[in-house]
């Protein structure tokens, strides 16, 4: 105790050797410290999937319209497969403002062949379409065919309301309740609300949710996304895709831990 | 209080203080990217800013928190303490990445203001696990901000010394928020006991050392003091060393007695800067020198030596048979005061 070491800023020279030794430990534990931190948060995350958004890349596809009731291009992809490519506008929001040049022009789009560059977002077999501008959805001078609806009957699931936008390629995790705020703007800005799930095989499959009369369906959701739920409704095939008939009264969110994850 | 805040200086060690904070950030953040891209390659690239900044966010705030007890238990460590804004604004900076990004991703380009979907986006206030985490975030990050942005001792000095020193304290609560942001947030989803075990050990850890830091204050305060016809008797003259003081607590104050060139004076312990323990310093050039910065103040009259302008109270002394006694009524700032020879 007899010379204890004081620095002071202005002192040169003050700074003891006691002191620094002690500050050099400290800079090496706070390192192991950082690094650590570094390593956990890292190599702990659970794996992500391997969901696809084309950000910067543009393609250009070209199909049928359909309105059913969320907008849609029937793509033919072999002899006699068709794809139904979900159309989403720029951000969090719907293909629709970016239709109504052409609605202007022409009174129903419904069965019109269009040609429409955009981003393209894809996983496991369903693919989206980001429109960014009005001026590259281009009206085709023919018309196509719409796919036709196959009524499945009342099914009762189990599973969770995404937005497909994020799910199927733009956030990771796109589910979930990291990610329910940024569902909820999606689908409140118009994008369409899926319900995705899984069987006892772990084999996925997604809902486009509509109201019971087959019309879109948005703000009614909102409080149930990201929450595993139980959904009752009635469910129709269309093509590659399912739509369930919901009314939002007969969601029911269960306590329990989602098995999308 | 015009030139005071000229005070803190660049030199040397504080450069390669920087340096030490900007090289470990980027580690911090390549390390980071590094483990992700390995073992996780599917990831997207805004997911890993945002993982990476707010993780390294937290692991810097456990170390700035760490450094104030520390640094009363050993000080040895007050060099670090000297130059904490420096981490504590980096740390900001850290967070604001992480925040903006997650406020881009998860609420812009959206049907209403970014701002307003924070708050309402997720309405289930009245649940623990599917509360809103992010505004948590939010307000946590608006008192870093509040922080970073008056950590200047500009405002220090224009804000007063108390109103400043209550909101750096908001840092703790900046603190609770963000342990809660992650438990109520990420951890729900992306449940691993190593990051829950390292951020409850962060916890222990810091909580522990300011349990220490207090308890060795107390036993500070427990220094002996006895009251004699409104005079209390604090100590033998040899029980302080030489320009050293020693720091008693009479009724709601402490009070640092110093002893240098034979003689013996008493100055309120807390320094006009940002509050550090006079009684922990040195008197250096004839002046009681703050351990935390350097402030100055002359032991007879409490007074910064000229051009500053600080004062702080003195007290009266009283020598009988190498015993001290002070008088507990503190006298007006800066008041002279004829030191006791010894
Ligand atoms: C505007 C303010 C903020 C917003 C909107 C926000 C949002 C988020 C979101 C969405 C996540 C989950 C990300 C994911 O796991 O994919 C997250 C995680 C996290 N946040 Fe924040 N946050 C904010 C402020 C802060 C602040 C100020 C800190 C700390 C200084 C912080 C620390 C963390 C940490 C440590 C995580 C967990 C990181 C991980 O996933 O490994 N956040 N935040
Ligand atoms: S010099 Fe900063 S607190 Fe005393």
Redesign the interface.
């Known amino acids: 105790?007899a010379k204890?070491?004081?620095?002071?800023?202005?002192?040169e020279g003050s700074?003891g050797t006691?002191?620094k030794v002690?500050?050099k430990r400290?800079?090496w534990i706070?390192?192991g410290?950082?690094?650590?931190?570094?390593?956990?948060?890292?190599?702990?995350?659970?794996?992500?999937?391997?969901?696809t958004f084309e950000l910067t890349n543009t393609t250009n596809i070209t199909g049928t319209f359909h309105q059913s009731p969320y907008p849609m291009l029937r793509v033919k992809v072999a002899e006699g497969t068709y794809k139904n490519i979900v159309l989403l506008g720029?951000?969090?929001?719907s293909a629709n403002p970016y239709l109504d040049n052409l609605l202007a022009q022409e009174k129903d789009l419904h069965g019109k062949i269009l040609s429409i560059s955009g981003n393209l977002i894809y996983y496991n077999g369903k693919t989206l379409l980001q429109i960014t501008d009005a001026e590259k959805v281009k009206l085709e001078d023919q018309n196509g065919k719409v796919p036709k609806k196959e009524f499945l009957g009342e099914m009762v699931f189990e599973g969770e309301i995404i937005d497909p936008k994020c799910y199927f390629g733009v956030?990771?995790?796109g589910f979930?309740?990291?990610?329910?705020?940024?569902a909820?703007?999606?689908i409140?800005?118009?994008i369409p609300p899926v319900l995705a799930t899984t069987d006892k095989n772990s084999i996925a499959e997604y809902y486009l949710l509509t109201d019971l009369q087959g019309k879109p369906i948005n703000d009614e959701v909102l409080?149930f996304i990201g929450?595993p739920s139980e959904i009752k409704g009635i469910v129709d095939k269309l093509e590659d895709w399912y739509i369930l008939k919901i009314d939002p009264k007969n969601i029911l969110i269960l306590n329990k831990n989602s098995s999308i994850? | 209080m015009a030139l005071d805040y000229k005070?803190?200086?660049w030199?040397s060690?504080?450069k390669q203080y920087d340096k030490?904070i900007a090289v470990?950030m980027l580690?911090?953040?390549v390390?980071?990217?590094i483990?992700?891209f390995t073992?996780?390659p599917?990831?997207?690239i805004?997911?890993l800013i945002i993982?990476?900044f707010g993780?390294?966010a937290?692991?810097?705030l456990?170390?700035i928190l760490a450094i104030g007890p520390?640094s009363r238990l050993?000080?040895?460590?007050?060099?670090?303490l000297?130059n904490r804004r420096h981490l504590g604004v980096s740390m900001f900076f850290a967070a604001l990445v992480h925040g903006g990004f997650s406020m881009f991703?998860?609420?812009?380009?959206?049907?209403?203001h970014p701002i307003y979907?924070?708050f309402a986006?997720?309405?289930d206030y009245n649940s623990l696990?599917?509360f809103?985490?992010?505004v948590l975030g939010f307000l946590a990050l608006l008192i870093l901000f509040a922080m970073a942005a008056t950590s200047h001792d500009f405002f220090l000095a224009n804000l007063s010394a108390r109103v400043w020193k209550r909101l750096h304290m908001l840092v703790y609560v900046a603190y609770v928020l963000i342990i809660a942001h992650v438990f109520l947030?990420?951890f729900?989803?992306?449940t691993?006991p190593?990051?829950i075990g390292?951020l409850i050990l962060g916890f222990i850890t810091i909580s522990g050392l300011h349990l220490a830091a207090a308890f060795k204050e107390r036993k500070t305060d427990s220094n002996k003091t006895e009251e004699d016809e409104g005079w209390i008797k604090v100590c033998t003259v040899d029980e302080i060393?030489n320009d050293?003081a020693k720091v008693f607590k009479l009724a709601n104050d402490r009070v640092a007695i110093f002893k240098y060139d034979g003689k013996l004076a008493a100055i309120h312990n807390v320094c006009k800067h940002q509050g550090g323990p006079l009684g922990e310093?040195?008197i250096?050039d004839g002046c009681v020198?703050c351990?935390w910065?350097?402030y100055q103040y002359l032991p007879n009259n409490g007074q910064s030596p000229p051009p500053y302008t600080e004062k702080v109270a003195t007290y009266q002394l009283r020598l009988k048979d190498a015993i001290i006694y002070i008088n507990p009524n503190a006298l007006e700032e800066g008041t002279e005061v004829e030191p006791v020879y010894f």
């Open positions: 105790m204890k070491e004081f620095y002071v800023s202005y002192v700074l006691k002191t002690t500050l400290f800079v706070c390192l410290f950082t690094i650590a931190g570094a390593f956990l948060f890292s190599f702990f995350q659970k794996p992500f999937k391997n969901s720029f951000g969090k929001s956030m990771k995790p979930g309740k990291i990610h329910r705020s940024c909820v703007r999606c409140s800005g118009g409080s929450k994850y | 005070l803190v200086i030199n060690f504080k030490i470990s580690l911090y953040i390390v980071f990217a483990v992700t073992f996780n599917e990831s997207s805004e997911t993982r990476a993780s390294l937290i692991v810097m456990h170390i520390l050993n000080d040895q460590f007050l060099p670090i000297y991703q998860f609420h812009a380009l959206g049907d209403v979907s924070l986006s997720n309405m696990i599917n809103p985490f992010q947030g990420t729900q989803q992306e691993s190593f990051t390292f060393e050293r310093g040195k250096i020198t351990p910065h350097g």
